[in-house]
């Protein structure tokens, strides 16, 4: 089975840097995604990493530890439209679909 | 236009009353999924479907039914809605051949009341 730990709220300023952390416990590893969810809205994709290290997308970076079940994202020069529910993800046993984490809601304050 | 559309996009229904919610997708893939969102509980998978004549059961299916009537369309039918299945509802479509493991893209959401 799968499980995914994820912060339930994180608040940071407008301009600043936020560190979005993941652990999560899958059998077979095969790759992590986020997606970004605007409240309301459909998740989009933000990165897949599947690889042991830092994957940097413009103002967003996502970092990946297979060893140690770890994940975060990054997101650099905070806006206010980056308010938003983050959401972790791996895929299930035999990669049929995707196991989402219940998501980290950020509020960007000025 | 849209890749991955739904309808209704909201819906207000008494309970013990049939529903179907309409998935449609123009991406060309054979994978879709069934989706429902609640407050603090996250996306929990209902269905899914690898192609026409594929359909398997989520983590959450019961009460549930669903019908891939082309690669293009997959619905879910609710046979008699009950006030707990009140809550956010997304189709996704997916293409293991994208070369992102499975990726997946999402429709709109469908917000179903059940009173």
């Known amino acids: 089975g799968q499980n995914i730990d994820q912060p339930t709220e994180m608040t940071a300023t407008e301009g600043a840097i936020v560190q979005i952390n993941c652990t999560y416990q899958t059998s077979g590893f095969n790759g992590l995604f986020w997606y970004q969810q605007h409240a309301g809205e459909a998740p989009t994709f933000l990165s897949y990493n599947v690889l042991d290290g830092l994957e940097e997308k413009g103002r967003f970076s996502s970092f990946l530890s297979r060893s140690k079940g770890y994940s975060y994202l990054l997101l650099k020069e905070l806006q206010m439209k980056d308010s938003a529910s983050y959401l972790c993800?791996?895929?299930?046993?035999?990669?049929?679909?995707?196991?989402f984490g219940t998501g980290t809601r950020l509020t960007v304050i000025p | 236009d849209a890749d991955v559309t739904q309808t209704p996009r909201n819906r207000i229904t008494k309970t013990g009353k049939r529903i179907m919610l309409e998935c449609s997708q123009t991406k060309g893939h054979d994978r879709m999924y069934w989706y429902r969102q609640d407050p603090g509980l996250g996306l929990r998978l209902i269905y899914y479907s690898f192609d026409v004549k594929d359909i398997n059961k989520g983590e959450i299916s019961d009460g549930y039914s669903v019908s891939r009537q082309a690669q293009a369309k997959f619905s879910l039918s609710l046979e008699s809605a009950i006030p707990n299945q009140t809550a956010l509802y997304f189709c996704?479509?997916?293409?293991?051949?994208?070369?992102?493991?499975?990726?997946?893209?999402f429709g709109p959401g469908t917000r179903l009341t059940v009173l």
């Open positions: 993800a791996v895929p299930s046993t035999g990669a049929n679909n995707l196991f």
């Open positions: 996704a479509t997916s293409d293991l051949g994208s070369g992102i493991g499975n990726e997946q893209f």
